[in-house]
Nanobody, 118 residues
Framework: QVQLVESGGGLVQPGGSLRLSCAAS????????MGWYRQAPGKQRELVAS???????NYADSVKGRFTISRDNAKNTVYLQMNSLKPEDTAVYYC????????????WGQGTQVTVSA
């Protein structure tokens, strides 16, 4: 069983920065794809950024050039560096781990609140 623990959320002013971290338990982190999703009030959960086991990255258009996803396999941790934050980035951010071994499984963290406000 995999457990994901997110940290790093909080309140930040527009234009500010935050770094989210997600630590994974277990031994499959190095072969897993990782992602950050977010869900704002009244909206569906959406993919923010993802990174494959080979460190290939993908970003939502709304965060390209501002957010950076990275991973440290030695620490079983994935990061989301968020710069130039905007009020519309306000949401609960969730970490996701995709285990590709059949049958494939998705695991989710508990979420961390990010609020961008003056």
């Amino acid at each position: 069983q995999v457990q994901l623990v997110e940290s790093g959320g909080g309140l930040v002013q527009p234009g500010g920065s935050l770094r989210l971290s997600c630590a994974a338990s277990g031994s499959i982190f190095s072969i897993a794809a990782m992602g950050w999703y977010r869900q704002a009030p009244g909206k569906q959960r959406e993919l923010v950024a993802s990174i494959t086991s080979r460190a290939s990255t993908n970003y939502a258009d709304s965060v390209k050039g501002r957010f950076t996803i990275s991973r440290d396999n030695a620490k079983n941790t994935v990061y989301l560096q968020m710069n130039s934050l905007k009020p519309e980035d306000t949401a609960v951010y969730y970490c996701n781990l995709y285990d590709p071994r059949p049958p494939s499984n998705n695991y989710w963290g508990q979420g961390t609140q990010v609020t961008v406000s003056a």
